[in-house]
Each structure stands twice: as structure tokens, then as C-alpha cells.
């Protein structure tokens, strides 16, 4: 699923590329209440810049197409374990 919506385009799960990496997302919130609703809400609509001047791009902005609140769900899980 991480390929489908083409996330490595600009993650890495250790080093920070155009983005911070999956491994400092997940430090950085994995004991934070509420997080996964914010950040599944941020994968489907973009949001904010948590970490720079850039925000991440909404799922249409992507290009990958829209993204189910499932799918959100299930990819922010999966970040936040890394
Ligand atoms: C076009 C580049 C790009 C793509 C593609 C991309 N991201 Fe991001 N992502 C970013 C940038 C830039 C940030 C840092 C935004 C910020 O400062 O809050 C970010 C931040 C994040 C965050 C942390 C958000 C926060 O509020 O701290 C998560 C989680 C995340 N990305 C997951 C994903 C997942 C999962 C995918 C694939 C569905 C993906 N990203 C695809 C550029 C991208």
C-alpha cells in the first residue's frame, strides 16, 4: 500500500529525504494521544507543516488518487510502528 500511494516518492523509513522518515515520525508521536485521527485525517486532506516550511500534500495533491479512511488508517499504523 506504501508503494501504491507512491509515500517512498518523498519518505524513507530511516533517513530524511524530501521528508522527515517514517523512524522520526514515529518517535515523535507514537506516545502522543489522538495522533492517528490527526494524522490520518492530514494522509487524506494535507494539513499543516508539523516539521518545516513544506506541508504534506493532500492524497489528491499526490497524485495517488483518494484515500479511504481505512486505508489512512492502516498506513498511519503502519508508520507509527517503525
Ligand atoms: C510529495 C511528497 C510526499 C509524499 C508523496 C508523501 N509525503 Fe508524507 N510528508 C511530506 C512532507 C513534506 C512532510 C512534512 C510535513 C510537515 O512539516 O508537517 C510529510 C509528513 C508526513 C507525516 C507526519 C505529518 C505530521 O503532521 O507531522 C506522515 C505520517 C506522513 N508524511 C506519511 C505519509 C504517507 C503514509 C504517505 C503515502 C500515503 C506520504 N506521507 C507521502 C511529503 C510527502
Redesign the pocket.
Known sequence: M?EQ???M???TVDTPH???S?QQ?AA??RDVPGTPG??EE??RKG??????D????S?AE?G?GP?SASDAHA??KW?LSQ
Open positions: 506504501i500511494h507512491r509515500c516518492f518523498c519518505h524530501r521528508a522527515p517514517f515520525i515523535r508521536y490527526m494524522l492530514k494522509l494539513g499543516e507543516a508539523h516539521w518545516g513544506v506541508a504534506m500534500p492524497a499526490r495517488g484515500l498506513l498511519v508508520v
